[in-house]
């Protein structure tokens, strides 16, 4: 059974940083395809960082630069770290695992999801 259980957010100022943290069981961290995304109230899922099988990583342009994804092999967990935040960061951020080596970063090609960490930065 896979369980994606993630941890780190919170409020933080803007210019500020947070390292969320997906801690996996059942399921290979550096196996598959995983992602970050995030949701604003009422609104879809929306991609916000990947990483492939070979450790090849991809972004939205709106955290390029700022976000880095990551993962701990040793402990079977992915990351975020998430510096220089801005108030439209605020959303609720949720890891996911895939059955692919590589996928696009949309919601459907995701079949396992954590329950979500609030992510609130305050300007």
């Known amino acids: 059974q896979v369980q994606l259980v993630e941890s780190g957010g919170g409020s933080v100022q803007a210019g500020g940083s947070l390292r969320l943290a997906c801690t996996v069981s059942g399921y290979s961290v550096e196996k598959y395809f995983m992602a970050w995304f995030r949701q604003y109230p009422g609104k879809d899922r929306e991609g916000v960082a990947g990483?492939?099988?070979?450790?090849?990583?991809d972004y939205a342009d709106s955290v390029k630069g700022r976000f880095t994804i990551s993962r701990d092999i040793a402990t079977n967990t992915l990351l975020l770290q998430m510096n220089s935040l801005k108030p439209e960061d605020t959303a609720m951020y949720s890891c996911a695992a895939s059955s692919f080596k590589t996928a696009p970063l949309k919601a459907s090609f995701f079949g396992h999801w954590g329950q979500g960490t609030q992510v609130t930065v305050s300007s």
């Open positions: 990483i492939t099988s070979e450790g090849t990583s």
